[in-house]
């Protein structure tokens, strides 16, 4: 019996041979592949720009035309970075490239929504390609899926307050894709009015930060998985003196940062890589100060901007329920010195008296830190991504059309963090979602029959809030549930677990109280102006 269906298949493969994907774009012919997972096309690894090698830290060049046929079969480009698979110091500035999936369905006559992923890996690492990022199980759903590769730390980040070097390139490497999608787009099948950015962690604040930058808009709605602008860890200050240093470990001693900026500019971007990842200099989102003829993209800090684009955008955001979890369980920064180590991430306090506040709050008198590890976490879950999520929503209430809020609390075999790192305490840590979006090369177990079911639930509630808007037009055997938008006076919110529950208020008590805590200390926060 086996050996006929195999005959079968053979034959119909042989009586239907597919011609590889051909497309006519404005800089020349693109040919892609037909995928054998699904009845969809990729374009793998096209170059949407070019990095500056005489200036790698600053603005891209726009990539010429294709002479001959441009072969998009290679995916495996990645910007200068550690590979956080194999903690090899890898990549290339070749890597400012796009990958393209195209359902079968798309044509001229029916184009289709597009779906833009943007990775996290806050902003230091991350590629975009199917090794993380397989698109099997959102193309099902007749939607084009777009996977973006963007600088990352030094070259991604280095923000110097001068025109050659003003910051934020990989946000501004982002944009450039994102106008590429908008111009090229229809020749692929996809809508170029439908465009919907998504992104996890440092990819969702950087969709935040798209949505709050007073660029053109080139999407129409957004998704952001476990990350805003406001988390603390989104944004730095600009640090002139970066280059310098990264040179002196180089050998190179200079006290000019444009001499240091050319020099490093002239070294093998894995030394950079190298000597980066040894200092303890941050890069990272910065506000750029302002130059003739520069782009600029933040140009005020989060806690100060208003979102007027934001205005008839629907916005899906959540976050999961243990964020913090994966770190807690391998033994990472669980202590007690947590509650200052976190909040003078965001504050700028004279004295303890409002850390001991927070520290009450979360873990009484206990000073036994394996008495309260779940308290920790939570405390630390909260200050990285609920409450500023939570924050978010209310900004977004504010200013957009339809906000759409979720937890994702479901605990299976393919987790992505705890699947990687053997976690088993139960809840979803952060990341764990994306292998539910994504089919992740390598988490090779077949789906289980539950997992299958909450895959198939995620990518049905994304895709269809990218066509409608709406994450749950009709009431299906798979999505039983209508999931309503935030309003003023309820904070209702989807449960995503075994089962999909609509709930409000997630973690009241806690949001609660730091909804007061906030607000008392306002003045406070870095950034904040009056
Ligand atoms: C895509 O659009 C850009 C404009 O943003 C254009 O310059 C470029 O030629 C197009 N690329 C391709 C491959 O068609
Ligand atoms: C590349 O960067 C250098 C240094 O900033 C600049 O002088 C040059 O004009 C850039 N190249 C192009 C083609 O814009
Ligand atoms: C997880 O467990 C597997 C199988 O026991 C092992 O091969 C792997 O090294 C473990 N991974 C980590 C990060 O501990």
Known sequence: MKFVILQLCLTVAWAAPRLDPLVDSKRGLIRGLQATDGDYAMFLGIPYAMVNYTNPFGPSLPYPNFEETFEAIDDTAICPQINEFNNQITGSLDCLHLNL??????????????????????????????????????VRNDVILVTVNYRV???????????DVSGNQGLKDQLTALRWIKENISAFGGDANKVTIFGESAGAASVDFHLISEQEKLFDKVIMQSGTTLGPW???????????ILADKLGFDTEDSNEAINFLASVDPKLVIAVALESNLNFMPCVEEEFDGVERFVTEHPINSGIPKAKDIPILTGYNNREMLVGASIGESTDLDVFEKYLTMSFNFDDDE?????????????????????????????????????????????????????????????????WRLNVTEDGAGHADEISYLFDVSIIQETPTEEDQTTIDR?????????????????????????????????????????????????????????????????????????
């Open 153 to 163: 730390g030094p070259y991604g980040f280095m923000c110097l307050d001068t025109p």
């Open 101 to 138: 999936y195209v359902p079968n369905t798309a044509t001229s006559l029916n184009r289709l929504p597009v779906l833009v992923w943007i990775y996290g890996g806050g902003f230091q690492i991350g590629f975009s390609g199917r090794y993380v990022y397989g698109p099997k199980y959102l």
């Open 234 to 244: 989104a944004i730095v200050e600009s640090n002139p003196n970066a280059p310098i």
């Open 354 to 418: 409002m850390m001991t506040l927070v520290k009450q709050f979360y873990i009484g008198d206990e000073t036994n830190v394996g008495d309260v590890k779940d308290n920790l976490i939570d405390f630390q879950s909260d200050i990285m991504f609920n409450h500023p999520v939570h924050r978010s929503v209310q900004k977004y209430l504010e200013n957009s059309g339809n906000v759409y809020h979720y937890i994702f609390s479901y605990s299976g075999d393919r987790n992505f963090v705890k």
């Open 458 to 530: 995620m990518t049905k509630l994304w895709t269809n809030f990218v066509k409608y808007g709406n994450p749950t037009p009709d009431i299906t055997e798979l999505l039983p549930v209508q999931w309503t938008p935030v309003t003023k006076e309820v904070l209702t919110y989807l449960d995503i677990d075994n089962e999909l529950t609509l709930k409000r208020r997630p973690f009241h008590d806690r949001m609660a109280f730091l909804d007061l805590f906030y607000s008392m200390n306002k003045h406070l926060l870095k950034g904040y102006k009056d």
